[in-house]
Every structure is written in structure tokens, then in C-alpha cells.
T-cell receptor, first 115, second 116 residues
Framework: AQKITQTQPGMFVQEKEAVTLDCTYDTSDPSYGLFWYKQPSSGEMIFLIYQGSYDQQNATEGRYSLNFQKARKSANLVISASQLGDSAMYFC????????????FGKGTMLLVSP | ETGVTQTPRHLVMGMTNKKSLKCEQH?????MYWYKQSAKKPLELMFVYNFKEQTENNSVPSRFSPECPNSSHLFLHLHTLQPEDSALYLC???????????????FGAGSRLTVL
């Protein structure tokens, strides 16, 4: 079974609008971390935001926020006020305590921001 | 230099060649990783080193041989590769291992490998 599921292969959004990228995960560990990365066409994976399983508040970093719904095992990324430079692949990833060395990635969502 | 640097950025090799990918991190991290990114597949973890010791080998074929001489440098030696090994190879480092936010992986820009 997949540990990280990103159901949207591609998303389109207009500049200045908000967009939500979906991520669901599967784990039986009580302690885990959820990460979102951005990969522009240059190839580098850029860390965006982190949410710990015990964090009470949803994580926020500038225009990025994470809609963490623990009971539903979802960790959706919300990008507010989209910019043209946000066009990239976005990956959700999880690190469990039991597999403590492994960061497991989803297949990614391609986001295209239009003017 | 800062962050994680990978060289070369692009590599084309024949199936009988021997080449190496190099990764260097300037972040003072203790753990380093090799990931493989193929088209239409999730990133696959290949190897993990923590304090220069290999802690994970994710069933990688022996034609890929990692080397970690110190906590700042990581190599991936390649020999007798197959065309299906063509992919983007990403190096990453982290302060430690574990699920906390302190152990965020910082990635390099990758080495794009084409095997003819």
C-alpha cells in the first residue's frame, strides 16, 4: 500500500488565487513528520513546510500553510496568492519513527500558475 | 559555497563506462542520502549514511556503489549501468535522522544521468 498518496497529477491556478494540493498518508506510527517540497524545472527539491504529528497548530510558512487533519490522515498544502514562480512539481513526504531514516515521497502534483 | 552541491549536473555514459557522482554539503549535517528520481515514479531512497556509516541500502543493485569518506562528502560510483538506470540522482543531507522538523532533508540540484 502506498504510504503517501497525491491524487492530483496536475493543477491549474490563476495568479493571485489560492490553491490546495492534496496529500493523504498511511501510517500506524503515533509519531511522524510530514513535509512538503517544491521541485522547479531546475531539479532541486526545495523544502517548504513541516508538520509534526503531535503539533496542535497547523503549520504556516509565509504563503504556505498546511491543512492537517490527523483523523483523516490528510496534510494538504495551501498556497495563498499564487505567483508565476510557484509553477513546479510539489511533493508530499512522510518520515515515520519506525522507518527513521526514510523520507517517503508521493508521486507529486504539477502546479501551473497562469497570468 | 552553501547548501548541497552535486557534480556533474549532467552525465551521459555508455553501459561499459565507469563514472562517479559527487555530493558535498556545507551545512554541518551528519546524515547524507542518495535518492533516484525516474520519470513518473516517486523518489526512491537508495542509500543512507549517518556519521559516515551506511545505515540503509534499499536493495540497490551492486552496479551502484556508494562511498562516504566523511560527513561532508558522498559519492555514487557507477559501473556497467543499464539504460533503465537513466534518471535524476538527488543527494540530500540532514542534521540527524528521525521524524522531527529538525531533520529536514536539504537536497542538491541533482545529477541527470543518461545511459546509452
Amino acid at each position: 500500500a502506498q504510504k503517501i498518496t497525491q491524487t492530483q497529477p496536475g493543477m491549474f491556478v490563476q495568479e493571485k488565487e489560492a490553491v490546495t494540493l492534496d496529500c493523504t498518508y498511511d501510517t500506524s506510527d503515533p509519531s511522524y513528520g510530514l513535509f512538503w517540497y517544491k521541485q522547479p524545472s531546475s531539479g532541486e527539491m526545495i523544502f517548504l513546510i513541516y508538520q509534526g504529528s503531535y503539533d496542535q497548530q497547523n503549520a504556516t510558512e509565509g504563503r504556505y500553510s498546511l491543512n492537517f487533519q490527523k483523523a483523516r490522515k490528510s496534510a494538504n498544502l495551501v498556497i495563498s496568492a499564487s505567483q508565476l514562480g510557484d509553477s513546479a512539481m510539489y511533493f508530499c513526504a512522510m518520515r515515520e519513527v519506525s522507518g527513521y531514516s526514510t523520507l517517503t515521497f508521493g508521486k507529486g502534483t504539477m502546479l501551473l500558475v497562469s497570468p | 559555497e552553501t547548501g548541497v552541491t552535486q557534480t556533474p549536473r549532467h552525465l551521459v555514459m555508455g553501459m561499459t563506462n565507469k563514472k562517479s557522482l559527487k555530493c558535498e554539503q556545507h551545512l554541518g549535517h551528519n546524515a547524507m542520502y542518495w535518492y533516484k528520481q525516474s520519470a513518473k515514479k516517486p523518489l526512491e531512497l537508495m542509500f543512507v549514511y549517518n556519521f559516515k556509516e551506511q545505515t540503509e541500502n534499499n536493495s540497490v543493485p551492486s552496479r551502484f556503489s556508494p562511498e562516504c569518506p566523511n560527513s561532508s562528502h558522498l559519492f555514487l560510483h557507477l559501473h556497467t549501468l543499464q539504460p533503465e538506470d537513466s534518471a535524476l540522482y538527488l543527494c540530500a543531507s540532514s542534521q540527524g535522522q528521525g521524524s522531527s522538523g529538525a531533520n529536514v532533508l536539504t537536497f542538491g540540484a541533482g545529477s541527470r544521468l543518461t545511459v546509452l
